[in-house]
């Protein structure tokens, strides 16, 4: 037999207006227009201050009688109006979409130079196809097998690993030099048989590659002057030299979508009399209002009968219209109120730093201090924190650049851990580069610093500076 029984719960549920706004202190302040753009072009309630649209000019003239202006917002005409205004904003934001995607990417600028040679349409295909399974580094890390395969199974072509590969090595000729490659191997190789002379260096370079490819990855330098039987270990040192200026990913710096960008800054900190102070970047983020024809409007609907089942539809519609527009504004003011104060909290927590720019006194802080300082959420201040920057007199840094890990010195101060990094870096800096340190090395020297931490740690903080361990260090 069922049974029904009550229960008392307490949860917790954000509303639309707070969830709005953790969306929008996601958003980068370069990015800020963009999204304004398609709240505007969602809500023809909203708009900026001091543009007046054709829809409000049109309505503005009809308030003279209250009888033409709900029927010409009720006709086909007004109807037209708003969404004239509405494909308008919608032309923009495409219009911004078609600048942003006018760059070519590394596959239209591979096809383009296929498109160049004299292949037939069997061959086109299978080189374009070959395109598409180059990675965004230009490796092709598919087997010509896997392709055939599916130049069988997608395009309808019988054909073998001998045509595919003949195709393929067509393509690696292409620019730019080492594309389409297989292994880093034969990406080098191919950038010196195509961009290098025939110089003696050159010479060695290719062998070393060709015959001591695993000593030279390993930075075995005696092994592989011993196995070419080179004596002049200046020759073998030209030849390293040549190699390590390859690029090892030949892709990445020609696509399009691994170029480097603009950075924006979204806060600005600037010493001005000995005093820090703290604004929020813009980027011509414009001013926002309710529409004034559409507050008239409603206030119009409300004279007229409320019997009328027309007239409580388009009330209702214009009514959320406005209550939308109203929440988008005031999230946006609490957006910019917001991000001032969390910067602000981070200022006054490293305020010798943004004085002095001295990484090594940056104080050890977390989220969690910001969240106490501010009174919000850790989780609300990470929203923050995420892709934005700061400029500052001595140049741009990510937010996340502030929040670093204690560190107890042996003279019992604690201190940010970037100052250990900085002293990793400094001791491989000045090593002996035919004998670099062990990480329980730079430990112990880090102890004489007032340093205790240990091995694994140097060994974490090395990984993070993207330094290598000492055997890949090692130099001639």
């Known amino acids: 037999m069922q049974k029904l029984r009550l229960s008392h719960a307490l949860t917790h549920r954000l509303s639309p207006q707070k969830l709005q706004l953790i969306k929008l202190l996601q958003v980068p302040s370069v990015a800020m227009r963009n999204r304004i753009e398609q709240e505007l072009a969602r809500n023809p309630a909203l708009e900026e201050e001091g543009h007046t649209t054709e829809e409000q000019e049109v309505h503005e003239e009809c308030t003279d009688g209250e009888e033409g202006f709900l029927e010409d917002y009720l006709s086909a005409d007004g109807y037209q109006v708003y969404n004239r205004g509405h494909e308008q904003h919608q032309d923009r934001l495409v219009a911004k979409e078609l600048m942003l995607t006018t760059a070519h990417s590394l596959d239209e600028q591979l096809l ?43 395009q309808y072509i019988e054909t073998n690993v001998q045509e595919v590969e003949a195709v393929l090595k067509k393509i690696q000729r292409f620019d730019p030099p080492g594309i389409g490659t297989r292994s880093l191997q034969e990406c080098l190789l191919i950038q010196l048989e195509k961009s290098r002379g025939g110089s003696t260096a050159t010479q060695l370079a290719m062998h070393v590659l060709m015959q001591c490819f695993e000593a030279f990855t ?21 030849a390293l030299a040549l ?9 990445s710096r020609n696509n399009a979508s691994s170029r480097n960008e603009v950075l924006h800054p979204d806060f600005i900190v600037t010493r001005q009399s000995g005093q820090l102070h703290v604004a929020l970047t813009t980027y ?5 209002r309710t529409k004034k024809s559409y507050v008239a409007m409603l206030e119009g609907y409300h004279k007229h009968s409320k019997k009328d089942q027309r007239i409580q539809e388009a009330a209702s519609f214009v009514r959320k219209k406005i209550e939308a527009a109203q929440w988008f504004i005031d999230a946006v003011k609490q957006r910019r109120h917001t991000l001032l104060n969390t910067m602000k909290a981070i200022v006054n927590l490293q305020c010798a730093f943004f004085m002095e720019e001295e990484e090594h006194k940056l104080r050890p802080m977390g989220l969690k201090c910001v969240a106490e300082k501010i009174g919000m959420d850790v989780s609300t201040v990470a929203r923050i924190v995420n892709n934005k920057s700061v400029q500052t007199d001595f140049g741009i840094y990510p937010l996340k650049f502030f929040f670093t890990q204690a560190i107890t010195t042996t003279s019992g101060e604690e201190v940010s851990n970037r100052a250990v ?31 205790p931490i240990a091995r694994r740690t140097v060994a974490k903080y090395r990984e993070q500076l993207h330094l290598p361990v000492a055997r890949l260090r090692k130099g001639i």
């Open 421 to 451: 990094k900085k002293a990793i870096a400094e001791i491989i800096k000045d090593e002996d580069k035919q004998r670099p340190h062990a990480d329980d090395k730079i430990a112990a020297l880090l102890k004489v610093q007032g340093y």
């Open 218 to 238: 390993k930075k075995h330098y005696e092994k592989i002057a011993e196995q070419l039987g080179l004596e002049s270990p200046a020759l073998l040192k030209e």
């Open 284 to 288: 011509s983020t414009p001013a926002l």
């Open 243 to 251: 190699i390590t200026s390859l690029d090892p990913k030949p892709g």
């Open 112 to 154: 383009r130079q296929l498109s160049f040679l004299k292949l037939d349409e069997r061959q086109h295909k299978i080189g374009a196809h070959l395109i598409g399974s180059i990675e965004s580094d230009g490796y092709l890390r598919r087997d010509l097998e896997a392709i055939v395969n599916d130049l069988a199974f997608t």
